[in-house]
């Protein structure tokens, strides 16, 4: 069990890096908010702010990490 924990806490973090795609997405669809007239595109870029927001805190409170 040891060997997998250990590839857990190698592999995690790259795959964490997800939290700084997501801000990436909402500061695209806050830039675009004006020139695009849907406000499903401010929806979704709050959403994915939010998601990252979790996952960012899920990466930082992950015992062993």
Do not use: N, W
Request: hydrophobic fraction near 50%; charged fraction near 10%.
């Amino acid at each position: 069990i040891g060997g997998i924990q250990e590839s857990v806490c190698c592999i995690a973090p790259r795959l964490e890096s997800f939290a700084a795609l997501a801000v990436g997405v909402f500061v695209l669809a806050a830039g675009a908010r004006e020139r695009i007239q849907s406000g499903y595109v401010i929806i979704l870029g709050v959403a994915y702010l939010f998601i990252g927001g979790l996952d960012m805190l899920h990466t930082l409170t992950y015992k062993g990490m």
